[in-house]
T-cell receptor, first 110, second 117 residues
Framework: DAKTTQPPSMDCAEGRAANLPCNHS???????VYWYRQIHSQGPQYIIH???NNETNEMASLIITEDRKSSTLILPHATLRDTAVYYC???????????FGKGTRLSVIA | GAVVSQHPSRVICKSGTSVKIECRSL??????MFWYRQFPKQSLMLMAT???????TYEQGVEKDKFLINHASLTLSTLTVTSAHPEDSSFYIC??????WGTGELFFGEGSRLTVL
């Protein structure tokens, strides 16, 4: 079973920031938070991951609460091409695979 | 960045035939590959973990004799759907990690859409 809870869907206006929440209240100390997205009929695309510090890359920012029980993925300026299903996944640093939950379907609206 | 490639991207076959899907890591050696299946409007479901040179480990409920996985080299894993039936129609996706992967990203292929008539 997935260890995360995400809203099933969200809308965002084009050009605005998209803030996607994720709850992972049972996360353990050695588990990382990963975000992937899947555009229709394509394989998942890596976005970002983090352990406890906030992270930023060219695609997004990841904000993890101090207790690590929740996080937020931020797409600073959403475009129509960011319309996708976004998956928040927790996993440890070993050889375990990524286990996908239902994700959040983000619709960016012009 | 690292690339994982799948072939074919789409395949249509008749019921009862077998179909092979290839997953290749193009610029790194993949000691472990994972195979997922995705039905319409559902999430990805892990089918099996494939380690180079050893037998695959299948998830509960996945028939190992129906979904044959071979990981004979560090850059290629294959999934063969044997005696395919319409209920096997799905989007099959592979992912791969390098030997040193621990906390970095896992790379995914583009997916292979299987339609069984």
């Amino acid at each position: 079973d997935a260890k995360t809870t995400q809203p099933p869907s969200m809308d965002c206006a084009e050009g605005r920031a998209a803030n996607l929440p994720c709850n992972h209240s049972t996360i353990s100390g050695n588990e990382y938070v990963y975000w992937y997205r899947q555009i229709h009929s394509q394989g998942p695309q890596y976005i970002i991951h983090g352990l406890k510090n906030n992270e930023t890359n060219e695609m997004a920012s990841l904000i993890i609460t101090e207790d690590r029980k929740s996080s937020t993925l931020i797409l600073p300026h959403a475009t129509l091409r960011d319309t996708a299903v976004y998956y928040c996944i927790v996993r440890d640093s070993g050889n375990t695979p990524l286990v996908f939950g239902k994700g959040t379907r983000l619709s960016v609206i012009a | 960045g690292a690339v994982v490639s799948q072939h074919p991207s789409r395949v249509i076959c008749k019921s009862g035939t077998s179909v092979k899907i290839e997953c290749r890591s193009l610029d790194f050696q993949a000691t472990t590959m994972f195979w997922y299946r995705q039905f319409p409007k559902q999430s990805l479901m892990l089918m099996a973990t494939s380690n180079e040179g050893s037998k695959a480990t299948y998830e509960q409920g996945v028939e190992k004799d129906k979904f044959l996985i071979n990981h004979a080299s560090l850059t290629l894993s294959t999934l063969t759907v044997t005696s395919a039936h319409p209920e096997d129609s799905s989007f099959y996706i592979c992912s791969a990690k390098s030997g040193s992967w621990g906390t970095g990203e896992l790379f995914f292929g583009e997916g292979s859409r299987l339609t069984v008539l």
